[in-house]
């Protein structure tokens, strides 16, 4: 296994348009979590999963912003009708659900022009 | 709600000095933390974690110090060098498996 893999790396778009993004947590992972992040500051959480049940979800998910994980394995975040401020980096990260950290994945970059 | 800060946004060390980060949360519930690095351009890279149980954890190079009583967390680097330049962020949760709260990071700087 090679940790938490995010696709695409990099993804520009231009406003107004969808953009979906893949995360494959580490397999033995059950628990896998959204995060957005800004240039100067920390991870914000958006929303987790437990296997395929999502758990939570933060105030910053709007109604634009959807995640799926159907399978209990990878997952998607989708932003309709994108704006400039979604402009981030989002992250995932997985865990086994206990406290023995939390593994995040390199990214994606979204710029929305 | 719960939040965690972090105390000075740069650091600026000697290649070879000590470095000391640091960081103040305010829930008292929170229950476990976790030390992050995070180079330019890539993910959170787990560095070390500590459970409220416990007041002091090493690992390679680094130390965790935790006081419950000022809730309050440190990371130490020892012998720093120019490979640990990047931004450290601490992040606390109450439970196991729940959602991390991160602070703002402190950028690390490692002059030669």
């Known amino acids: 296994d090679t940790g938490v893999s995010q696709d695409p790396r990099h993804k520009i778009t231009k406003r107004g348009q969808n953009v979906t993004f893949r995360c494959d947590p580490i397999?033995?992972?059950?628990?896998l979590y959204w995060y957005r992040q800004t240039l100067g500051q920390g991870p914000e959480f958006l929303t987790y999963f437990q296997n395929e049940a999502q758990l939570e979800k933060s105030r910053l998910l709007s109604d634009r912003f959807s995640a799926e994980r159907p399978k209990g394995s990878f997952s998607t975040l989708e932003i309709q009708r994108t704006e400039q401020g979604d402009s981030a980096m989002y992250l995932c990260a997985s865990s086994r659900g206990g406290e023995d950290g939390y593994t995040f994945g390199s990214g994606t970059r979204l710029t929305v022009v | 709600g719960e939040s965690v800060g972090l105390h000075l946004p740069t650091l600026s060390v000697q290649e070879g000095d000590n470095s000391i980060i640091n960081c103040a949360y305010s829930n008292s519930a929170s229950d476990y933390f976790i030390w992050y690095k995070q180079e330019s351009g890539k993910g959170p890279q787990f560095i070390i974690d500590?459970?409220?149980?416990?007041d002091k954890r090493q690992g390679q190079r680094v130390t965790v110090l935790l006081n419950k009583t000022v809730k309050h967390l440190s990371l130490q680097i020892a012998a720093t060098q120019p490979g640990d330049s990047a931004v450290y962020f601490c992040?606390?949760?109450?439970?196991?498996?729940?959602?991390?709260?991160f602070g703002t990071g402190t950028q690390l700087k490692v002059e030669l």
């Open positions: 500590i459970r409220s149980n416990m």
């Open positions: 397999s033995e992972h059950n628990r």
């Open positions: 992040a606390g949760t109450r439970g196991g498996g729940n959602k991390l709260t």
